[in-house]
Nanobody, 121 residues
Framework: QVQLVESGGGLVQPGGSLALSCAASGSIFSIWAMDWYRQAPGKQRELVAAINSGGGTYYADSVKGRFTISTDNAKNTVYLQMNKLKPEDTAVYYC???????????????WGQGTQVTVSS
């Protein structure tokens, strides 16, 4: 089994910064990609940022230039540095990872429990 544990959410004023982290543990052979999603009340879950095993990254247009995704491969951890936060960034943020547990197993999607980010004055 694989577990993803997130940390770092909280309350911040507009224009402020927060850093999220997500550590994967358990039966991990390889990690294909690690992503951050968010879901605001009444809205669908959306992809915010992604990073693959080659270091390629993707950002949603709404966060480009403000958020940075990075990984520490030795720790199986992904980070999301969020700067210049806006009230519309308020949401529950979820970590997702696509992981193989062995060299013969398929890729599986794993999800963290979610962490609340609230941007408000």
């Amino acid at each position: 089994q694989v577990q993803l544990v997130e940390s770092g959410g909280g309350l911040v004023q507009p224009g402020g910064s927060l850093a999220l982290s997500c550590a994967a543990s358990g039966s991990i052979f390889s990690i294909w990609a690690m992503d951050w999603y968010r879901q605001a009340p009444g809205k669908q879950r959306e992809l915010v940022a992604a990073i693959n095993s080659g270091g390629g990254t993707y950002y949603a247009d709404s966060v480009k230039g403000r958020f940075t995704i990075s990984t520490d491969n030795a720790k199986n951890t992904v980070y999301l540095q969020m700067n210049k936060l806006k009230p519309e960034d308020t949401a529950v943020y979820y970590c997702n990872a696509k992981i193989r547990s062995s060299d013969s197993s398929p890729l599986y999607d794993y999800w963290g429990q979610g962490t609340q980010v609230t941007v408000s004055s």
